[in-house]
């Protein structure tokens, strides 16, 4: 493989890591593992605006002007009910990011469709009353997404699936603790044949609710693996991330909850380093 073309895939392969930075998989925000009542259903639509200048490759910074902005938007569509009569609860859904990308670095710029992930999660614990809840999520996220070779980084072109176990316990009536497990396989790179690792990822939030309508929460995430390989090459090493943020959430009525979210990385072996994002939900129940 020549340098020039290893150069290239290596600049994609940066800018396609941050849409994990992003919204590339399902991330789970404080509460999302709570069972709702059968029945319900929710429509979800998130606008995120991470920021970051800085990448690492095994530890090390190796450019500091990637100068990239994106604004994400994301249209989630989820409906719970009973899991064919066993009793159970289930939520199958779609999520349908987009948005645009700009990269300074390379002055080059994307907007458009990203990859559609479509799953859903079973619970075996869903106890309103107690704020104990145990649920077991799949996600599949599929190439559905425009720009996929050019380094867009919301379209990987590449199928994955996300599993991941859920567990939120009312510590005091006040104080809730979110504890999220999870893992995702790739599948090979469809137009460069590129190998990606599996991810693993633990998510804790710890939540404190001034009312039973509002709450704030501190969050911590950290992923590890994913390298990724391509002939023989190292593309991108194994992860060793983590990222820290603040929560805001209230029911402004009985159907409509707003929250805002600040995330920030604060270490990173490989990747881009997202400085600052910016996260505004709105949910509608019905």
Not at 49 to 58: E, F, I, L, Q, T
Not at 221 to 243: F, V
Request: proline residues 3%; charged residues 20%; hydrophobic residues 35%.
């Amino acid at each position: 493989m020549d340098n020039c073309k290893l150069s290239n895939i290596l600049f994609f392969t940066a800018c396609g890591l941050l849409g994990n930075s992003a919204l590339a998989d399902v991330k789970p925000d404080p509460g999302d593992y709570t069972a709702l009542p059968k029945g319900t259903d929710v429509v979800v639509l998130y606008q995120q605006n991470p920021r970051g200048d800085d990448v690492y490759s095994g530890g090390k910074k190796v450019a500091d002007d990637l100068d990239l902005k994106m604004t994400v938007g994301v249209l989630r569509l989820i409906h719970f009910t009973e899991f064919f009569d066993t009793g159970y609860t289930w939520d199958p859904q779609i999520v349908i990011p987009f948005g645009k990308q700009e990269v300074g670095l390379s002055d080059q710029k994307f907007s458009g469709l990203g990859d559609i992930t479509f799953g859903g999660t079973l619970w075996t614990i869903g106890d309103l009353e107690r704020n104990e809840h145990l649920g077991w999520s799949v996600f599949f996220t599929a190439p559905t997404g425009g720009e996929k070779n050019d380094g867009f980084a919301l379209s990987a072109n590449r199928w994955a699936v996300d599993f991941q176990v859920g567990y939120i316990k009312g510590l005091t009536d006040k104080i809730s603790w979110d504890v999220i497990a999870e893992t995702e396989f790739y599948q090979d790179q469809r137009s460069t044949g590129a190998q990606r690792d599996p991810l693993m990822q633990l998510h804790n939030h710890l939540r404190y609710n001034f009312t039973p309508d509002t709450y704030a929460a501190l969050s911590y995430r950290h992923n590890w693996g994913g390298r990724e390989t391509l002939d023989g090459q190292t593309l991108a090493t194994s992860h060793d991330n983590g990222t820290a943020g603040f929560t805001v959430a209230t029911m402004v009525n009985k159907q409509l909850q707003v929250m805002g979210q600040v995330m920030r990385d604060v270490t990173v072996r490989e990747g881009a380093k997202i400085d600052n994002s910016l996260q505004f939900r709105l949910a509608y129940f019905y």
